[in-house]
């Protein structure tokens, strides 16, 4: 298990001549998608009509076949995060297939299973983006809703509940055929999440990997580190939980509030993936680590954690890290890694007239382990356009 392995050199290309208009002519022009967004904190769900652009010369145009929910579009659309601008159309675990491109693109073409995930664009000259880490963007990743398209008027982003999208190609994924479209969508979001760390890690055979929490992120944590050859232990608080982490590959279940069961697993893990959205005591798995060991931060707690001991950091020279989905190239890589391993999420589908059930039942934990949208339930456009 090696730190820190270098990242899959980037996708993007050099940039374009942004003091020349790039639209493509000969591609017809912009088209209406049916969504489904919300207009208010506390609006719900309802349907959409959205705007989007003509394929510019290095654009990719999807028609959207599924897209997952995941947690942070509940966050979003009720505001819980910080302010944001409505009518707000939520997603970004896409897959579809290509409809139009642009005259640049010779990378995809029509008919073409494509995925996009939670970023559309980046600055593309930073040091993080030319290392292929556009997630870390240092002037501001552009995500694939909510967020100011700097290259397209500033135009706020609209996501995946659609029937369609328009995406700069270096920001889309090839999907390979061998998966399930629909199980594949949460791997743009839950998949590259998980994947991410374990591979900064180089995970492998022989390596003992922790996931706190079973949910959307740590069902993708288990099935992924196994696919890696680990030997995985997942930790949970719930009782209920045991035979389906076995059920996914666990090799074995610890009940994170019994003391006996956390002390017998002391030393005995190289890396925990911890998923839970929560406030909750690192201390205890800390102690769980060996040498040299990581305990990777994904949930994002609305409320302050509870201190950390750094000597139980010091005493074995643990890391303690945070990580955030992965850079083009990388998910790619985890696309293809799925493929060659039958890696999909659990999922559950479901109609655009379920989503705020969905939502409810999400933030009840009441999911094995992800929803996702058949956006062909999603009707048709109206004549104008809401966003």
Not at 144 to 152: C, V
Request: negative net charge; hydrophobic residues 35%; proline residues 6%.
């Amino acid at each position: 298990m090696t730190p820190g392995r270098p990242v899959p050199p980037p996708l993007a290309q050099p940039l374009p001549d942004l003091t020349t208009d790039t639209t493509d002519t000969t591609t017809p022009g912009p088209r209406l998608a049916a969504a489904y967004g919300a207009t208010a904190s506390d609006s719900g769900l309802v349907p959409l009509t959205v705007a989007r652009r003509a394929p510019k010369e290095d654009d990719v145009e999807i028609a959207i076949e599924f897209c997952g929910l995941c947690h942070s579009d509940v966050h979003a659309t009720r505001d819980e995060w910080g302010t944001r601008n409505y009518p707000l159309v939520p997603g970004h675990e896409i897959v579809g297939r290509v409809s139009r491109v642009g005259s640049a693109v010779d990378d995809f073409s029509p008919g073409e299973l494509v995925g996009v995930g939670c970023l559309v664009d980046s600055c593309r000259e930073c040091d993080s983006c030319l290392d292929g880490l556009e997630q870390y963007c240092e002037n501001g990743m552009t995500g694939t809703y909510g967020s100011k398209d700097h290259r397209n008027g500033d135009a706020i982003t609209q996501g995946g509940y659609a029937t369609s999208i328009v995406v700069d190609r270096r920001y889309v994924l090839h999907v390979p055929e061998s998966l399930d479209p629909a199980a594949a969508a949460p791997l743009l979001c839950a998949g590259i999440t998980t994947y991410s760390p374990l591979r900064h890690f180089d995970v492998e055979e022989g390596d003992v990997v922790g996931v706190v929490g079973l949910g959307g992120l740590g069902h993708m944590a288990v099935k992924l580190a196994k696919a890696m050859g680990a030997e995985v232990k997942v930790f949970t608080t719930s009782e209920s939980k045991v035979a389906a982490a076995r059920e996914l590959g666990a090799d074995e279940v610890i009940l994170s509030r019994d003391e006996a069961a956390m002390d017998a697993a002391n030393r005995s893990i190289d890396v925990i993936i911890d998923t839970v959205a929560a406030p909750h005591d690192l201390n205890p798995y800390f102690r769980t680590l060996r040498v040299n060991g990581a305990l990777f931060q994904l949930g994002l707690p609305s409320e302050d954690m509870p201190p950390v001991n750094p000597g139980a950091l010091i005493r074995r020279r643990i890391a303690y890290a945070g990580s955030l989905i992965g850079g083009i190239a990388e998910t790619q890589e985890m696309l293809d890694f799925c493929a060659g391993h039958g890696v999909t999420s659990d999922v559950e589908v479901v109609r655009a007239d379920q989503l705020n059930e969905a939502y409810g039942r999400m933030v009840a934990g009441d999911v094995k382990y992800r929803f996702v949208l058949d956006t062909s339930t999603l009707g048709t456009p109206s004549e104008r356009a809401d966003a």
